[in-house]
């Protein structure tokens, strides 16, 4: 399994920026889906940013699109997702996630499925973030 490490989360206004970051240890597979996860209490665990290892795809749902970005450093095996123009609704324990996929290259139709799944290879035990005044 991938061992995956959150950091960065904490305590925001509405309106302000985070950065969290994931530290991979070494994949096991060529191709594979790299992303962010959230869980709000009461709601189901949600996909909110993926990214694609081996052609930098990358799908973001209407909630987060235009305000969150999903990026990597590949010699690092870390990836970040920038929050910006943060809401009290995104408030939650963001988990950063891995899983292997068939292709190097996916339809965004195909990453959007993946990203809207569950069923992952490896989970981080999670960043709370914290959007309130």
């Known amino acids: 399994q991938v061992q995956l490490v ?16 994931c530290g991979a240890s070494e994949f096991p597979w060529d191709n594979y ?44 095996n870390t990836v970040y997702l920038q929050m910006n123009s943060l809401k009290p609704e995104d408030t ?9 996929v068939t292709r190097p290259t996916l339809s965004i139709a195909m990453i959007r499925i993946i990203c809207e799944s569950p069923r992952v290879d490896s989970w981080g035990k999670g960043t709370l973030v914290t959007v309130s005044s």
Do not use: H
């Open 33 to 76: 889906m790299i992303g962010w996860f959230r869980q709000a209490p009461g709601k189901e665990r949600e996909g909110v940013s993926c990214i694609i290892n081996s052609d930098g795809s990358t799908y973001y749902p209407d909630s987060v699109k235009g305000r969150f970005t999903i990026s990597r450093e590949n010699g690092k």
């Open 92 to 100: 939650a324990v963001y988990y950063c996630a891995t899983r292997k």
């Open 6 to 21: 959150e950091s960065g989360g904490g305590l925001v206004q509405p309106g302000g920026s985070l950065r969290l970051s």
